[in-house]
């Protein structure tokens, strides 16, 4: 189908400095865990967005030097010839797809805990990180100031030897730049501290610098947060943000513009659960109206529509994304054929940032299990290959996240027939109670990009109020079986602080429940409910948060040190925190029930156990563990068992998702996906090897 031509102005080409983007998406600066050290998973990770229609592609934060290093997290870097080889091929990959190739020089000053290193950054002034704890800097003297300036100079010219077209002098998320202009950050009395024109010295000389180097071949973008939140302190748009666009626009070719410090970066990267998209725009807008120069910015953007209104609305120049691009690195060319009901929408969930603040492995999607993969199993998020036994048919029991995903692949891998069998009256399984906690709305995308999807194909056929048992498996007459029934929350407090049931505790009772039971069965609570929560995500805080909304009285009781402690990963725990205490959600901690009755609750301290409370309450609620539902997959292999199956002329018999263990909706899409992509391999059941990007030494070459 051609393109809208609505969306035509998101297709013209756009000058930056000495480079012409050939359209006006920008994948924005975002980490994958790749850095310069995995430099062809990190290639193929970027090409993906440049094939996919992106007309310029960024590094993640890419450190200048030594004194920058963000270990345990990983971060790209362009310290040395090696680093400038290893992202060198990213650059000729992108320019393959004829994109731009952007880096981001961070240099991080205090939130660079330099564990790999053992530097010591060097900040404005000699306060901690806010962020890493226990990491102090140096104060700069006017030497290091010159000597750091001379850093992003140094790798500015790496960057533009190893092809990059575009150079960041990076400020905001609170790195160094950035803290030079913030009085919480910076509380000089030189001339690099107290008025604005003092604050701004070292990021408008830095500039200057790294433009002589190479401005004429490079251009030149300064990211900046435009807002900390933070009050007098803080990084504020009138008082800073907007004089200092006008002190340096004509030095800077385009302005990509936020908002946040690093301490509370989902205020940036924001969760759906608290914001819309698009929340950016009055900021970025502001910005626009005081610089002659592009202007881009983030804003979960994966509408075209919102897209072309922040463009015709005098806000942004050029699209960019982070998120959406992960989901669907094709996103514009999706857009440009016009096939948006093809489009892989972020759903704002935050897993994919989860995995770089945990540090280390690669990041992950809940929409888009090929993210990642590109170069590691050679994953391709739009082509699958006919599968070597598409003559034969697939049944999959059970159409959840894992099942809807694995019929989509197995569906696009051209089998015969794939029959995708449900005991409800539609597909998604949890995600169809999910999104009906409060903020979660968008993440029900899990659930309509496959049924658009599946729809389509004309091999898969989903069959809805069909409850198969094990005799109804054997016969159905499909060649491959896949059980994908997916999990349940405990009745009986089963849980992994004590590895045990909690005495009482029985959600068959009138006043006990499960998760599912009040979102997906509608059991109703009384009015004073405890919560316990021993799962440490969405889950516990959801529900505190729907029953207070319903006016209830909500203790939420867990044996953690916080309460959802994975949200902070997520960017979600701040707003989180904010809501509950606001709603007067009682929040107690280090606590772990040692017995539940009709009526009340004891409870005991993790670390002392002789020492215990009683809760005097109406309901219980327990969040304590999920178990995957395995009856008709233990049934088949164990009392049917494997040579009856195959006696029926099943040659494959799998499980996938929460059904094998409960876990992460992004994990049971990957395992949907990696059982499909993988379903003519000897052995589907065991992942065939990744490619692993690592040195390998000659032990005789070293021994000699
Ligand atoms: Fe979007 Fe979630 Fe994927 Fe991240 S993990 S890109 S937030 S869908």
Redesign the pocket.
């Known amino acids: 189908m051609p393109r809208d031509p609505k969306y035509d102005i998101l297709f013209e080409p756009i000058q930056i400095g000495p480079k012409t983007m050939k359209n006006r998406f920008y994948q924005i600066p975002h980490c994958n865990g790749f850095g310069s050290e995995k430099p062809l998973n990190q290639a193929h990770f970027r090409a993906m967005k440049a094939e996919g229609g992106y007309a310029a592609v960024c590094t993640e934060y890419c450190s200048i030097h030594p004194e920058s290093d963000d270990t345990h997290r990983v971060s790209a870097r362009l310290w040395d010839d090696d680093d400038i080889k290893n992202l060198g091929l990213m650059c000729d990959m992108l320019h393959e797809h004829g994109a731009l190739a952007a880096a981001e020089l961070w240099y991080g000053g205090p939130h660079a805990p330099c564990m790999e290193t053992r530097c010591v950054p060097r900040a404005p002034s000699q306060i901690p990180s806010d962020f890493e704890h226990l990491t102090y800097p140096k104060e700069m003297d006017k030497d290091d100031i010159r000597e750091v300036q001379g850093f992003y100079v140094e790798a500015a010219k790496r960057a533009r030897e190893a092809g990059f077209d575009i150079v960041y002098v990076y400020g905001s998320h609170s790195y160094l730049p950035q803290q030079f202009l913030t009085p919480y950050y910076n509380r000089r009395t030189d001339e690099y501290g107290g008025s604005l024109e003092n604050r701004a010295r070292f990021w408008r000389e830095t500039i200057e610098q790294v433009k002589e180097a190479v401005g004429d071949d490079c251009a030149i973008a300064v990211r900046m947060s435009t807002d900390m939140f933070m009050g007098e302190a803080g990084t504020q748009l009138e008082r800073d943000c907007l004089p200092f666009v006008e002190l340096v626009d004509e030095i800077v070719d385009v302005w990509d513009i936020n908002v946040s410090g690093i301490s509370e970066w989902g205020e940036d990267a924001t969760p759906s659960r608290f914001y819309e998209s698009g929340r950016l725009l009055p900021w970025q807008k502001a910005v626009k109206g005081v610089s002659k120069k592009p202007v881009l910015g983030v804003g979960r953007f994966t509408s075209p529509d919102l897209m072309v209104e922040a463009i015709n609305d005098g806000a942004l120049d050029i699209i960019a994304t982070c998120?959406?691009s992960?989901?669907d690195p094709f996103l514009p060319k999706k857009i440009d054929e016009g096939r948006l009901d093809d489009i892989r929408e972020?759903?704002?969930?935050?897993?994919?940032?989860s995995r770089w603040e945990i540090g280390g492995p690669p990041l992950?999607?809940?929409?888009?299990a090929t993210?990642g993969e590109e170069y590691r199993r050679g994953w391709h998020p739009e082509k699958f290959e006919k599968a070597a036994n598409a003559d034969n048919d697939v049944l999959i029991v059970g159409a959840g996240p894992a099942g809807m995903e694995c019929a989509r692949v197995l569906g696009e891998r051209g089998m015969r027939r794939v029959h995708l069998v449900e005991g409800q009256d539609d597909m998604g399984g949890i995600m169809r109670w999910i999104p009906q906690f409060p903020g979660l709305g968008e993440w029900a995308r899990v659930v309509n990009y496959r049924k658009i999807q599946i729809d389509k194909l004309k091999n898969v056929e989903f069959i809805p109020n069909t409850k198969l048992d094990a005799e109804g498996v054997k016969n159905y007459g499909a060649e491959i079986v896949i059980v994908a029934t997916g999990g349940y929350w405990a009745t009986d407090g089963l849980n992994g602080c004590t590895h045990d049931t909690i005495p009482g505790a029985d959600a068959s009772q009138a006043w006990c429940a499960t998760p599912e039971q009040i979102m997906a069965e509608g059991k109703s609570t009384g009015d004073k409910v405890l919560i316990v929560d021993n799962d440490g995500y969405f889950t516990g805080v959801s529900l505190a948060e729907k029953l207070a909304e319903e006016g209830k009285q909500v203790t939420l009781m867990t044996h953690l040190g916080h309460i959802a402690p994975y949200m902070h990963f997520t960017l979600e725990a701040p707003n989180m925190h904010r809501k509950l205490h606001k709603l007067k959600v009682e929040i107690v901690t280090y606590q772990i029930p040692t017995e539940i009755k009709e009526g009340n609750v004891t409870s005991a301290h993790v670390y002392d156990e002789e020492h215990l409370t009683e809760w005097g309450v109406d309901s219980v609620v327990l969040v304590t563990q999920r178990r995957s539902n395995e009856a008709l997959y233990r049934e088949l292999k164990d009392s049917v068992g494997i040579d009856a199956l195959v006696s029926e002329g099943i040659t494959g018999f799998y499980r996938i998702g929460d059904c094998v263990a409960p876990r992460l909706v992004?994990d049971c899409v990957f395992d949907g996906h990696r059982l499909a992509r993988e379903i003519d391999s000897d052995n589907p059941e065991v992942p065939l090897p990744f490619k692993r990007e690592r040195h390998v030494i000659e032990r005789e070459a070293v021994l000699a």
Not at 346 to 353: A, D, H, P
Request: with cysteine.
């Open positions: 998120r959406p992960i989901s972020c759903i704002g969930c935050n897993i994919c940032i992950i999607c809940t929409q888009n993210a992004a």
